[in-house]
């Protein structure tokens, strides 16, 4: 696989995740209770994968200077972050409403 295509890849993948965090952080306040928690998560999750985008996006430069490395280290353990904590909300609050609906 070519540098550019991957590039591309990463950054669509990056910007649709973008967009889609952009409409649940707006949704999520409509919700009252789990429910908004739920989607609060899946905002989160969202948002990991588009930094996580940003982060390994920057590893791929020519010109690898030691700001973009921190740039990027940064990027994506905040990614991993919203990451790993989005799909821990996402399974409680979706134990919580499956649990309510009973």
């Known amino acids: 696989m070519k540098?550019?295509?991957?590039?591309t890849i990463i950054?669509?993948?990056t910007l649709t995740t973008g967009i889609i965090s952009v409409y649940y952080?707006?949704?999520?306040?409509?919700k009252p209770g789990a429910e908004g928690k739920l989607l609060q998560a899946k905002m989160n999750i969202f948002i990991g994968i588009a930094l996580l985008g940003l982060g390994a996006n920057q590893f791929f430069f020519v010109d690898l200077v030691i700001y973009r490395r921190i740039f990027a280290v940064v990027f994506i353990i905040m990614g991993?972050?919203?990451?790993?904590?989005?799909?821990?909300?996402?399974?409680?609050f979706k134990n919580i409403l499956r649990e309510g609906k009973k």
């Open 3 to 7: 540098l550019q295509t991957l590039l």
């Open 11 to 13: 950054s669509i993948i």
């Open 25 to 30: 952080a707006f949704t999520w306040r409509r």
């Open 80 to 92: 991993l972050v919203n990451l790993i904590l989005g799909i821990r909300n996402h399974k409680y």
